[in-house]
Structure formats: C-alpha cells, structure tokens
C-alpha cells in the first residue's frame, strides 16, 4: 500500500512563503506524475500545480510565476515552494500521485495524501 505523508504547512503573513513537502513510501519502484491540489471551504479541490517524472512541469494560471514545483525521484519526494501567498489561498493542500508502481507488483493508478492546512493572513 503506498501513503503519502505531506508537510510544512501552517500560518503566514500575505505575501510570505512556505514550502511544503510530500514522500510517498510502500515499497515503491516508480512514480509517474506528482503533483499538488488545495481545497479551500465551501469549493472544490483543484489543481496547483504538476510534475511528470522527467520534470515536466504544469501550474494552474493564479500561481505562475510565484509557486514552484520539483520532486526528487530518489527520495519519492515532491515540493511546492510558494512565494507571495494571498488570503485567497488559505487552504488544505493535498499532494497527488500518479501510476504509482510498487515492487509487489501492484499498480496504483491515483493515490492522496491527507492533506495539510495552509493558512494566510491578511
């Protein structure tokens, strides 16, 4: 079974920056796409931001150029670094992982983490 554990959120200033972190674990040989969700009260959840093993790279329009993106396949680890947060962005942020395969053979097509809590103030 793979999990994903995510981390470094928490409260900050508009205009601030946090980075957050997920590792994926379970016996896992490869991970195709990872990538980053958040779902704010009372909205769905939507995509932030991508990444393809190779590093191809995908962002939603309302973080280019302020939230980055990157993975470290070694470690079945992806980052989101995000710089000049707003008060629209409070939200609980879910790392995603794709076609996940594990040594045991099993092919996880979609697998969430728990998610974590960012909040911004104004």
């Known amino acids: 079974q793979v999990q994903m554990a995510e981390s470094g959120g928490g409260l900050v200033q508009a205009g601030g920056s946090l980075r957050l972190s997920c590792v994926a674990s379970g016996s896992i040989l490869i991970i195709n796409d990872m990538g980053w969700y958040r779902q704010a009260p009372g909205k769905q959840r939507e995509l932030v931001a991508s990444?393809?093993?190779?590093?191809?790279?995908t962002y939603a329009d309302s973080v280019k150029g302020r939230f980055t993106i990157s993975r470290d396949n070694a470690k079945n680890t992806v980052y989101l670094q995000m710089n000049s947060l707003k008060p629209e962005e409070t939200a609980v942020y879910y790392c995603?992982?794709?076609?996940?395969?594990?040594?045991?053979?099993?092919?996880?097509?979609?697998?969430w983490g728990q998610g974590t809590q960012v909040t911004v103030s104004s």
């Open positions: 995603n992982a794709q076609k996940v395969y594990a040594s045991s053979g099993l092919r996880y097509k979609n697998c």
């Open positions: 990444i393809t093993r190779s590093s191809s790279t």
